[in-house]
């Protein structure tokens, strides 16, 4: 399967015009084979001091298929024991690279791919994705998803230049990074509601187009989830697929706003580890987990509005207690009251969030129930519960609570924060 980045790329009904940066996108059996032939003799061969990135386990898993690519490139492997996309894997990256480097190839998940595209950006070098494991939606991201100095960041990065996705490798990653792909993509019920949401109440920008792309990726695995956990090529490829069509949602903004918020803030917050320990986890799966218990609590707050039992308040001002004794302790509270400035919640004009109460009910009546949304990740092999990813119950109010401080980015459990359900005054 070959997509035509170009069809992207162009002036949109949004008033956009939306820019596309990869160039080559190709997911198929033998990808690795046009890639090796790109490199030879097609458009990649101007580079002749190309470096590879991989971890251990992804190194495992190509270094046979990817003999003559190896035989090309400098490469760098990395430990995959406590690997995560942070200054200190960055600094390893830098002390070994060698000068002249003029191309990066990131062969690996979303880890190494974060690494990768932070360094290419920091360094102004292009760089190849090479997806091992369909577990991730970021392969073709403009952003890069970092822990700095313990703070969850998302920093503005660069899309690869190329995507080599080859099916006899991500096809035969562990079941476990495919279902963690999957629960990625469940996670756009809820921000995309959170992206709606927010440009009805603040007329922050919005594009339908982009969001039908979102829509789209999440169509195009439901039909399939079985055979996905069972790994029919087929239906593996369909998923990398609608992997990438998010990530080319999020560089057609040139943000992660279609694909990111209030289920993901969940999982950054985890990743924080200030309420709880480390956590043996991947990514896919903290986002499945928040993404069931932010739908259960969107579908409370839309219950409420629907009985007359929820009503708007004014910005009460910041939790600064709450953020002091929870960020203050790892030395974040600096980081997350900067990330937080000025507070967004200023913006939002309780006479409107008053009127459009009945609207945004709506839209949460649109999202899948509780019970159809766990019967999708259950199909799939997908984690659901605190339980699954090495929490307990009593983390999940206060992760509701503080999840929307982790980023700057509007959702409905921030606006949350200006509202009250009669009988939980």
């Given amino acids: 399967m070959r997509v035509d980045a170009d069809d992207f790329g162009r002036p949109c009904r949004c008033g956009k015009e939306h820019h596309v940066d990869v160039k080559e996108i190709l997911i198929e059996e033998g990808a690795v084979d046009a890639l090796e032939e790109a490199m030879a003799d097609g458009f990649l061969k101007e580079y ?22 190896y035989d090309r490139c400098q490469v760098l492997v990395l430990e995959a024991a406590g690997l995560h996309a942070d200054n200190y894997a960055v600094e390893i990256v830098e002390n070994c690279m060698e000068e002249d480097i003029d191309l990066i190839l990131a062969v690996g998940g979303g880890t ?10 920091q360094y102004r070098i292009p760089f190849v994705s090479v997806p091992t494991a369909a577990s991730v939606d970021g392969f073709v991201s403009t952003v890069a998803a970092m822990t700095w100095n313990g703070l969850k960041k998302t920093i503005p990065a660069v899309a ?16 476990r990074l495919t279902a963690s792909g999957l629960s990625d993509l469940f996670g756009k019920y809820i921000c995309l509601a959170d992206w709606k949401i927010s440009h009805m109440l603040t007329k922050e920008y919005y594009c339908d187009y982009v969001a039908e792309l979102e829509e789209k990726a999440l169509r195009t695995v439901k039909s399939c989830l079985r055979d996905i956990a069972d790994g029919d090529e087929e239906s593996c490829e369909k998923l990398m697929y609608a992997l990438i069509l998010s990530g080319l949602a999020m560089q057609m903004v040139g943000s992660s706003r279609p694909a990111s918020c209030a289920e993901h803030h969940m999982a950054h917050l985890w990743d924080m580890g200030v309420i709880n320990g480390n956590l043996d986890a991947l990514h896919g799966e903290k986002v499945s987990v928040g993404t069931m218990l932010v739908l259960k609590e969107y579908k409370r707050i839309a219950d409420a509005i629907r009985d007359g039992r929820c009503r708007v308040i004014g910005y009460q001002g910041p939790e600064t207690e709450l953020l002091e004794q929870t960020f203050g302790r790892k030395g974040l509270l600096d980081g997350i009251q900067k990330e937080n400035e000025p507070e967004l919640l200023l913006s939002l004009d309780p006479k409107r969030l008053e009127s459009k109460l009945g609207r945004i009910a709506d839209l949460i009546e649109d999202l899948p129930d509780e019970r159809e949304l766990l019967h999708y990740l259950e199909k799939a092999g997908c984690c659901s519960s605190v339980h699954d990813i090495g929490l307990t119950e009593e983390i ?11 980023r700057r980015r509007l959702s409905l459990l921030r606006i949350s924060k200006m509202l009250k359900i009669k009988g939980e005054e």
Avoid: Q
């Fill in 160 to 175: 690869p230049l190329a995507v080599f996705a080859d099916t006899n490798i991500f096809a035969k990653a562990p079941k």
């Fill in 48 to 69: 002749i001091s190309p470096l590879l990135i991989c971890d251990t386990n992804t190194y495992r898993a190509t270094e046979e298929i990817m003999e003559e690519i």
């Fill in 396 to 406: 999940i109010a206060p992760s509701l609570k503080l999840a929307p401080y982790v």
């Fill in 112 to 121: 190494i791919h974060d690494i990768s595209r932070y360094v290419a950006c």
